[in-house]
């Protein structure tokens, strides 16, 4: 199969986030051979073997061959490993996210910086994915520097419109439009410097301490399905389906659903203050 990897790689980067990018540009060139005889998928771990089928499954699409794909899996009775609701049942039961979310919040106190926790707290308070998060906060210290955080971040709805910055978030797979936060924090952040991930990064493993935007977003979901309803949390994650009602029916009172979420995360930075967490 005479791939252009140069051709492929920008292809990839061009529809999805960096790092999801070169992660699916790594396993398809490392395991392309597989799609001869895709046995060895059995030995790996359930998380890496789903990993490595969507890399070679978005090769074939990029080729044109994911028929062939389709069938070769079928032929060698490999199914992709879904969570069951087993699983689903112990990973409710066992659930400590949020004691998690308190004791790293806890460890990375005493180690960012000011700014650096400025831009946990934008994440804790929006849900934001890792990457959203980092690209809103810079995005906002630029406009801040430039004198235009209206063009961004609507003060009379509360609202932090995303969906203005298309190119930024909205995306093939993963999207964000709108997410409500109050004022305060945005002036904290107008008025800060840029942040990097790898700084962060590489100031947490430098003391062995594990990098948990992923849970920041769960915590944030998880709270607030207890003052909102789910079409309301979905709205605010980027999770709009097309179904019939969200596409015809849902119309919240937007004054209401800002209303309910500001008091929710004063709720939630109430809660977090009670844990000795300066935030």
């Known amino acids: ?100 979310v308190f004791n790293w919040l806890k460890l990375i106190d005493r180690i960012l910086s000011d700014k650096e926790k ?64 109050n004022e305060e924090l945005i002036n904290e952040i107008i008025n800060s410097e840029y942040v990097s991930f790898d700084a962060i990064r590489r100031k947490l493993e430098r003391r062995h301490i594990p990098v948990r935007f992923s849970e920041l977003r769960d915590f944030y979901g998880s709270y607030m399905i207890q003052h909102i309803t789910r079409e309301e949390l979905d709205l605010l994650c980027g999770r709009l389906s097309g179904s019939i009602f969200l596409m015809h029916y849902f119309s919240p009172s937007f004054e209401d659903l800002k209303s309910r979420v500001l008091n929710a995360l004063e709720m939630m930075k109430n809660e977090i203050i009670s844990q000795n967490i300066s935030i």
Not at 38 to 43: F, I, Q, V
Not at 50 to 79: D, S
Not at 118 to 126: D, V
């Open 118 to 181: 400025l831009l946990i707290k934008l994440i804790l308070f929006t849900g934001m994915r890792r990457v959203e998060g980092f690209k809103c906060y810079n995005l906002l210290v630029k406009l801040g520097r430039e004198n235009r955080v209206n063009e961004y971040f609507n003060f009379e709805k509360s609202t932090l419109e995303h969906f203005k910055y298309q190119d930024i978030f909205i995306r093939k797979t993963k999207n964000l439009f709108i997410s409500i936060i």
């Open 1 to 100: 199969m005479g791939i252009k990897w140069d051709l492929f790689k920008k292809f990839l980067l061009s529809r999805y986030s960096k790092s999801h990018a070169l992660a699916c540009y790594r396993y398809s060139r490392k395991y392309i051979h597989f799609l001869d005889n895709p046995r060895e998928l059995e030995t790996f771990s359930k998380a890496k073997k789903c990993n490595v089928m969507k890399a070679l499954a978005v090769l074939c699409k990029y080729v044109g061959c994911y028929e062939y794909w389709k069938e070769l899996l079928k032929q060698y009775n490999i199914k992709w490993e879904t969570q069951n609701s087993f699983e689903s049942f112990l990973r409710i039961y066992r659930n400590t996210n949020r004691s998690n």
